[in-house]
């Protein structure tokens, strides 16, 4: 088969599935999105492909490559439904809400009146994040209304109008790590501990990755939350809350993982190919 990898950033996850795709025995096709134009009234070099895996860190150039070759009906994973709802912080807590899935209490501000009432009714500390945006960016923890009112002053006079959306939700008291889950499709191939002595404990930011064994209860409840958003491969954040349990934080539509592949020894790569293959078979 011959399998494009679009990607606008060749990180070690985009040359390990191009260097597994060969391995498997198929045709990679590298496809940067910077470096050409995308052409709907000429599409025949692209009509030759079985299928895409879509790997770009920015969420608007994959959305608008994902809608490309979607319209050319060229399958493509994670499809654009996936992204839309991964992409947007909002959409994918309203899905895992309507399917009663565990998660962090969250409200929405469209003003800075509004986004102060909505801390003091969740009571502080609250952390605040953008609606769009990954790695741990712009999200921050606040511990009093002065705090909150310097940081959605500053959110109010950012350029992209998704920030003057405030999402403000419950501060959890974690244990000094996260969960981030690996999904493709309705497996479970890995899963880490994110530990961090700070309150974020993205990797990205200094986390240290251990890999965990997930039980009956967590595999059950992320790959229903998997299911809300619509399926896919993805890296599912789960919080352990001291009274509730199990609390899903986030869902990423293109998901990095390298450090998982580090600690656990799993090939994800393969297992993202083996599903995108069997996605462009139907």
């Given at each position: ?86 992409g947007d912080k ?6 895992l809400i309507a ?184």
């Amino acid at each position: 088969m011959r399998i494009a990898v679009v990607y606008d950033v060749l990180r070690w996850e985009e040359k390990d599935i191009i260097s597994n795709i060969r391995s498997l025995g198929h045709e990679p096709v590298p496809i940067h999105v910077t470096s050409f134009y995308l052409d709907p009234y000429s599409n025949t070099q692209y009509m030759n492909l079985d299928v895409v895996i879509q790997r770009c860190v920015s969420l608007f150039r994959a959305i608008e490559t994902t809608v490309f070759f979607e319209s050319l009906g060229i399958p493509i994973v994670n499809k654009l439904e996936v992204l839309m709802v991964t992409g947007d912080k909002l959409h994918t807590t309203m899905k895992l809400i309507a399917n009663n899935i565990p998660t962090p209490r969250t409200l929405i501000a469209m003003s800075r009146e509004a986004a102060v009432n909505a801390a003091k009714k969740l009571g502080f500390p609250v952390v605040v994040k953008p609606i769009i945006g990954s790695w741990g960016r712009m999200i921050a923890k606040v511990n009093d209304e002065d705090a909150l009112n310097s940081i959605l002053e500053l959110r109010e006079h950012l350029q992209a109008p998704y920030h003057r959306i405030h999402y403000i939700q419950e501060y959890i008291e974690k244990p000094g790590r996260d969960i981030r889950v690996f999904t493709v499709g309705n497996e479970i191939p890995a899963a880490i501990y994110r530990i961090s002595n700070y309150w974020k404990t993205n990797t990205a930011l200094g986390g240290r990755a251990e890999c965990v064994k997930v039980c009956d209860e967590l595999r059950d409840l992320v790959l229903k939350a998997a299911e809300a958003v619509g399926g896919g491969y993805l890296g599912i954040d789960v919080l352990e809350d001291p009274s509730r349990g199990y609390l899903i934080n986030e869902v990423n539509g293109v998901t990095e993982y390298k450090n998982t592949v580090r600690v656990c020894k799993v090939n994800i790569s393969e297992l993202i190919i083996k599903y995108a293959i069997e996605v462009g078979k139907k």
